[in-house]
């Protein structure tokens, strides 16, 4: 395997910022800690890896229809779901620093920054709570969704009813989701406010082993399909001590940082808990009747919930390269925040008019960008440094033969095309990619 570039984390961070993919959040005031702010190419890159999710869940399965529900819900779905009681981790505060620190992370008895004396490991619930109306009261607590997926699980038979569906079926929703975090770490690998991409799949129970089967296949392919290499991929089953209360089997597809492997997504079997607590606690049936064979079971749940936040960090620490001349961003073309630079070669013999219609062509298709300014050279080093895949060059034999050069990012390779058939090659290798 090719060796780890070293400092990854500090380059990526500063690319990111200096690039303009992410920044801190309310920088100007000295930052909000956790929180990161998607700047133009960051927010490109973002979209184009969720619009890949949509259309590999909704868009490539009849059985699969979206939803997007409120982030505010009412305060019984999360008493329903368990949050209230054992959403928390255990923490330790430190005597001396006040430093707080998730207690499985210590792993001493002193602390890990001043050496002083920690705590009795507490229980610290990870909802951000607010209010709801103008009073602050204890009746008008509400919390920000900690996770996606119940979202889905309320809405389940309103999906059922107005789509039709018929089980076997999922629900995918894409969107925020909030953690008070004790050690929020890592840039943008794990923060306090960040985005899930949830597909819930209800199934008949019984069938949930093959069901898990099927999506942990599927889900690996997506990682593969961004282009993140093979080999920092892997799966990893939960212990049973470590499954979460209401889970019976758990996998979780992790990626090599350089900080360690650490979880992308977890594909897991709920079983029927979810469904069955919203039954209790709402007093609505939300048990599914089978008419082909006049049997009536609430559905077992398989959940694959996965990090968008944290995918936009594994393509870019994964995609991050050097070489001698140049640093390269070997993002997959298909995520890519801009797909083509599109370059006079110099300023003068009509080249830059020529390069802005093709520009212009370019443009209500795909993410191109125009620039003229530098040597050629440079140019092209900038749209490598953001992964930029191709580059389109304007030069003296563009008005004898109306051909340009394209040129591969990675390779570095130029072929002569002709600009009637650009579009097309774009489409073509973007898609090959
Ligand atoms: P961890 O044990 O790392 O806190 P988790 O097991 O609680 O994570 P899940 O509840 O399974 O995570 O969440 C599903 C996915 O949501 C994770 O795989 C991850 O990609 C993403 N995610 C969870 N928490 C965060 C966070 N604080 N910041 C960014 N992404 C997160």
């Known amino acids: 395997m090719a060796e780890r570039v070293p400092d990854l984390m500090d380059k990526v961070v500063s690319l990111c910022k200096r690039r303009g993919f992410v920044f801190q959040s309310s920088e100007i005031y ?31 399965h009849d059985n699969i229809v979206g939803l997007d529900a409120s982030i505010l819900m009412h305060p019984m779905v999360w008493k329903a779901s368990g949050h209230v009681d054992s959403f928390a981790d255990l923490m330790v505060d430190c005597k001396n620093c006040k430093g707080r620190f998730r207690a499985d992370e210590v792993g001493t008895d002193n602390c890990p920054e001043c050496g002083g004396e920690l705590t009795k490991p507490r229980h610290f ?10 009073l602050e009261e204890e009746e008008s607590t509400i919390f920000l969704r900690p996770e996606t997926a119940q979202g889905i699980y309320v809405n389940y038979l309103n999906v059922l009813h107005a789509t039709r569906q018929k089980i076997p079926f999922g629900i995918a929703q894409a969107g925020k989701a909030f953690r008070n975090e004790i050690t929020p770490s890592n840039f943008i690998f794990r923060t306090r406010e960040f985005e899930q991409m949830e597909m819930q799949f209800f199934v008949r129970p019984g069938t949930e082993g093959e069901w898990l089967e099927r ?22 089953e939960h212990a049973p001590g470590e499954l979460t209360f209401y889970a019976k089997q758990a996998y979780d597809i992790e990626y090599e940082f350089p900080f360690g492997w650490k979880e992308l997504e977890g ?12 039954t209790q606690y709402s007093g609505k049936d939300l048990s599914y009747f089978d008419e082909t064979t006049r049997e009536r079971f609430i559905p077992y749940i398989i959940e694959t919930s996965a990090g968008l936040t944290r995918t936009v960090l594994t393509v870019l620490v994964d995609g991050y390269d050097e070489e001698p001349e140049r640093v390269v961003l070997r993002l997959d073309p298909k995520v890519a925040p801009i797909k083509a630079g599109v370059f006079p070669l ?15 062509m370019l443009k209500p298709h795909f993410n191109v960008f125009y620039d003229e300014g530098g040597s050629i050279g440079r140019r092209y080093r900038r749209m490598d440094e953001i992964g930029t895949p191709f580059g389109i060059t304007v030069d003296s034999q563009t008005a004898k033969d109306g051909t340009v050069t394209l040129r591969d990012r990675d390779s570095m390779e130029q072929t002569r095309v002709k600009i009637d058939e650009l579009k097309g090659e774009l489409a073509k290798r973007i898609d090959n990619a």
């Open 346 to 360: 110099v300023k003068r013999d009509g080249m830059p008019e020529r390069a802005r219609e093709i520009y212009q």
């Open 267 to 278: 594909i897991h079997n709920r079983t029927d808990f979810d469904l069955k607590r919203h």
């Open 125 to 134: 619930n990870l909802m951000f709570k607010t209010h709801i109306g103008p």
């Open 215 to 236: 999506w942990k296949e599927e889900r690996w392919e997506f990682y593969i399909r961004l282009g993140i290499r093979r080999e920092r991929l892997r799966f990893r």
């Open 30 to 60: 000295g930052g909000l800690n956790s929180c990161w702010d998607y700047g133009p190419l960051g927010v490109e890159l973002k979209r184009n890896i969720q619009q890949l999710w949509w259309r590999s869940m909704v868009g490539e």
